[in-house]
Nanobody, 114 residues
Framework: VQLQASGGGLVQAGGSLRLSCAAS????????MGWYRQAPGKQRELVAT???????NYADSVKGRFTISRINAKNTVYLQMNSLKPEDTAVYYC?????????WGQGTQVTVSS
């Protein structure tokens, strides 16, 4: 299984970005897919996840601004990020958990300027 993340970039505060993560390989029984981020000098933290059944979970800091969605047939997960803030600046990683096995994407940089 491989994960390919894309969509990061530089945006001004208040702007929007959409991240994509496509999983390739033979995939059954997805537990959940999600996005995590790591800012310089900080630990990696959860941003948003979506289960195989479509249940979503968000960090409090992004609720109301970010939306996670998933296309099951394509094993692809998206993160729509609106009203971005400088504190959202980080490397964003996608994660896939399949029958308890963890897979991580390579990370995509999101930089929000003030």
């Amino acid at each position: 299984v491989q994960l390919q993340a894309s969509g990061g970039g530089l945006v001004q505060a208040g702007g929007s970005l959409r991240l994509s993560c496509a999983a390739s390989g033979i995939i059954f029984n997805i537990n959940y897919m999600g996005w995590y981020r790591q800012a310089p000098g900080k630990q990696r933290e959860l941003v948003a996840t979506v289960t195989g059944g479509g249940i979503t979970n968000y960090a409090d800091s992004v609720k109301g601004r970010f939306t996670i969605s998933r296309i099951n047939a394509k094993n692809t997960v998206y993160l729509q990020m609106n009203s971005l803030k400088p504190e959202d600046t980080a490397v964003y990683y996608c994660r896939l958990v399949v029958t308890g096995i963890d897979y991580w994407g390579q990370g995509t940089q999101v930089t929000v300027s003030s």
